[in-house]
């Protein structure tokens, strides 16, 4: 069976629901969606939709580096938003992010997000090889990791 392991960032806002900020198996890094909340408060921030966008990304970039990766290394992205009319306005914000090479996308327009929020991403990421190791331990434990802590345990 796959190795399975959670990731919680100090960096990220903490979850609303049941989940995790983001889960690895094997090469892959599946990020749960991010709204923008301000971690320290569980907030919501940013008036318009290119500001919650770069509190999401910037909660997307917290969560990678946890799992001792980085955004850059995303593969694909997911941006759910309320009002396709920002479209452009987004794109500008997240091009900052993603200066060379960006990932693969899809853009979404959705009737409502949570808290109210303009817009969400979630990320899915390719761990390197020396990413992967060091940063977690045996199945069913748990390992500090920077500002970040990963768990694992088989499905």
Known sequence: MTERETVFAQGAPPA??????????????FC????PLDPAT????????????????ESLRSVCEAAGASLGQAVRLTVYMTDLGDFAAVNE?????????????????VAQLPKGAYVEIDAIVALRASSATGA????????????SAVTGSAP
């Open 16 to 29: 609303i629901g049941p989940y995790s900020h983001a889960v690895r198996v094997g090469e892959l890094l």
């Open 32 to 35: 749960s969606g991010q709204i």
């Open 42 to 57: 569980g907030e919501l921030v940013g008036t318009s939709a290119p500001e919650q966008a770069r509190r999401c990304l």
């Open 93 to 109: 914000v997240y091009a900052s992010f993603f200066p060379a090479e960006p990932p693969a996308r899809v853009t979404v327009g």
């Open 136 to 147: 977690s331990s045996a199945a069913g434990s748990s390992a500090a990791v920077g500002a």
